[in-house]
């Protein structure tokens, strides 16, 4: 009976063991042989101790080597032991190392040990989950604690579990580990996440703000952030809390907004101070340019920075009309001349802006620029375009003249017109006192001529005056009527014949309508034609003198215009074609012998301008005879 006992509470044992995956050797201290009890994962066959030893890894043999010591000599009866053994029994390849957990017990006869029984479980699964736990749990307090962002976890009630590096930073925490406010606090009471978390299932949140915590001496801008973290069945396990202190982004942020400020202000005075010099330069007709020696070239610009065009120094000459000039031919060695203020004036060429193609005077200002050292680096300056004003100063040169011409002018008219009034006066009053004495009829008529004749002459002579006299207070008068210039015509032409008195001197008509009813000043046209008939009788001595007129359509503005053309064609002496763009000037005389004021063919050019028309003279030189024209448009009722 009990045997069977004995044998039932062995196969139980085994039973155990082997549910439990365990090992039984036993090492006999006597030979030194180590054998398996149960299990065969060590090696299979009985070996020596020393072999044992080899399947041990290298780092743990001298613990081991300690621990079977301590055993056999009687130290340990009882010992626990963590060692490497290699799995791999041919000893080819690489070791398979597995992590092995022993307790052995010492067995004793007469005292001595003469046993060592020890149980083996293999761990290598669960040392390796645990180093691999380790490992992971390791990695995220690394990032945790090593986080750029303040982290921290709270309960589901809201207490502090734990705080990173950053968090307590920001918090400014008692300690490096814990901090009594903070610990004592619950999350779901501190502002601003009493207002908005749910104690029982809150939500993400997410505020950047000022946070101001007095008991820890916090005044900062945060980013925070509140994430619940909720299990598979919808627990509420944790509460993670991230605050990024912003404070010196903020800052910063403010400072390159008030920096933004401060440069789109700069930059809009500088724009108006370069709007301002644009329109200053252009208004005055001026640009900025620039000489690098170093990089060889001469920029002409537009306002400040637009390079309107750049020549190398080499063209620097070829741009000046005078070659000759000092300043130009010392542009050849441009290092030398640089390095003084200079000024020139004289014409270039119109190679900058090119709006003209006319040479154009300039003045140019030049300045040498240096750097720290002495070196010239080249120049720069302004120039202007002052072609207007040398025109103006060419233009006031011949006014001039012409003002001290017309002054002799008038001086010769004032001397001319004591002499032309005289001249019929002495006539008139001559050949009045002659006509008492005269008996014979046909004797008086021919005194009487005379004397109308010149008092007919007299009278143009008062006219001419009266009418220069108006002009020159800007006042001409025109008052077109209806009038059937064909019969108006006819009969000046007839007024007109007793004046061509030279026997080899045709006075021919061409009259080409039989009526012509159109609205125009007529008296003007007549003072017109009877000067044209009368600088016609004073130069032409043979041929004829032809008077005539026809209508006349010209482009005027871009608009075809009815006009009306009057003409007198002489055989006379001509007119030299010197003297041919003055003969419309006040004054003027072609010959100063020959009678007249010089006021008539100025007379014709006023009432011809007053009108918006057109006169001319036509003569091909000395001794060619000439016409005189006019053309004006008639008005639209005339049309």
Known sequence: MKMNIMFDEQQVMMMALTISGNHVMCLDLKDNIVYDLHGKAMFGNNVGIEECYTYIHPDDRDKFRTFIERLSNGTD?????????????????????HDMYGRAIAEYEDGKPVNIIATLTDETEVKQKEREVEQLSERYKSIFENSIIGMSFYSPEGWLIDANRIMRKICHFDSDTSDEFFSKVNLFDMMPFNEVLDRVHPEDYWACSLSIVP?????????????????????????????????????????????????????????????????????????????????????????????????????????????????????????????????YVGQMYPVVTQSSTENQWVQINCIPEFDEHGKLLGAFGVWRNINDLMCKQDQLRKETMRAKESGQMKSLFLANMTHEIRTPINAIVGFTEVLSSLTGEEEKKEVIQIVKNNCDML???????????????????????????????????????????????????????????????????????????????????????????RTETRTVGGKQLEGLYVYCEDTGDGIVPESQPRIFDRFFKVDDFVQGTGLGLSICKAFTDACHGDIGVISEGKGKGSVFWMWIPLSASSQ
């Open 77 to 97: 009866k009882v010992a626990d032991c963590h060692y490497r053994w290699d799995y791999n029994y041919t000893g080819k390849g690489k070791p398979d190392w």
């Open 215 to 343: 008991e820890r001496n916090m005044r900062v801008f945060l980013e925070i952030s509140v994430h619940p973290i909720y299990d598979e069945n919808d627990k509420l396990m944790y509460i993670s809390v991230t605050a990024n202190d912003v404070t010196e982004e903020r800052n910063m942020y403010l400072n390159v907004m008030e920096n933004d400020a401060r440069m789109k202000k700069m930059n809009e005075a500088i724009k108006n101070y370069e709007a301002e010099l644009r329109y200053m330069l252009e208004a005055s007709k001026m640009q900025t340019w620039r000489i690098s020696l170093e990089r060889d070239t001469l920029e002409f610009y537009n306002g400040l920075n637009t390079v309107a065009r750049s020549f190398n120094l080499r063209q620097m000459q070829k741009i000046f009309v005078d070659q000759e000039h000092e300043f130009v031919k010392a542009l050849s060695n441009p290092s030398e001349v640089l390095k003084k203020p200079l000024v």
């Open 459 to 549: 009278l143009r002579l008062i006219n001419d005056i009266l009418t220069a006299s108006s002009l020159e207070l800007g006042q001409m008068d025109i008052k077109p009527v209806e009038v059937d210039f064909s019969k108006a015509f006819n009969e000046l032409f007839e007024s007109l014949r007793p004046r061509v008195q030279e026997p080899g001197v045709e006075f021919v008509k061409d009259n080409p309508y039989a009526a012509l009813p159109i609205k125009v000043d007529v008296d003007r046209v007549s003072q017109v034609i009877t000067n044209f008939v009368t600088n016609a009788v004073k130069y032409t001595h043979q041929g004829h003198i032809k008077l005539g007129y």
